[in-house]
């Protein structure tokens, strides 16, 4: 399966996903980098991979219609039967999803439906929660709402800052969301509401 990358700043996420694409441990192969920060550090590990950047920078476009006109008309080209949106900082329209119904998959750092939105790690250490994690998940118009594919879990501890449970949250991320995407790439998963099915491990 061909898959896009969508990614806005570090980049581990993506990096993640495409070093398992590159040893087989996903059945897909990495077409594209999408990224809206010209600095962002993914951008620079891209050009070493040789993977084609798109760069749509959203102060260059004079609304949301048209960077993500831009962006669809991009990836095209590509065939993608997968968009990543692996740290991707920019809330994507129904148009958007439209385009690629149940063909996109986003990690966010909370165990939804807890937590939508931004800086969700700083949302569950503000809450005082004792346990947190991550969520994949597949994307519709609506944010932080789509179809669970997985979720994995961390204690919050009384020594922690939002920093290091985000760093806690993030080592789940990874394997997390390698998890899902190999799940999809293998047609391992189905959709039935708002179930996603195809992702037990059989305990
Ligand atoms: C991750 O915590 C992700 O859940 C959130 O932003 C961070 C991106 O990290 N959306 P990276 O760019 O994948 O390293």
């Known amino acids: 399966k061909k898959v896009v990358l969508f990614a806005s700043g570090r980049g581990s996420n993506a990096t993640a996903l495409y070093e398992a694409m590159r040893d ?65 900082m920019r809330i994507l329209s129904a148009y958007f999803v439209a385009a690629y119904e149940g063909k996109i998959i986003n990690i966010h750092p909370a165990l939804l439906p807890s937590f939508r939105g931004l800086h969700a790690q700083r949302q569950a250490f503000e ?18 709402d789509g179809p669970i594919i997985v979720q994995a879990a961390v204690p919050v501890y009384e020594s922690d800052t939002v920093q290091t449970l985000a760093e806690r949250i993030l080592r789940k991320e990874h394997p997390s969301f390698i998890k899902a995407v190999a799940l999809f790439c293998a047609d391992k998963l189905q959709i ?4 996603v099915y195809g992702t037990d491990t059989g305990e």
């Open 24 to 88: 087989g441990r996903i059945w897909g192969e990495a077409a594209a980098l999408v990224c809206d920060m010209p600095q962002a550090a993914i951008i620079q590990q891209a050009q070493q991979w040789g993977l084609p950047i798109i760069l749509a920078d959203r102060k260059k476009f004079s609304d949301q219609h048209a960077f993500e006109t831009y962006i669809l008309e991009k990836i095209a080209p590509f065939q993608p039967d997968l968009l990543c949106l692996a740290g991707f």
């Open 127 to 144: 809450a005082g929660v004792k346990i947190t994690g991550c969520t994949v998940h597949f994307v519709t118009a609506q944010m932080d």
């Open 192 to 195: 039935k509401g708002h179930t």
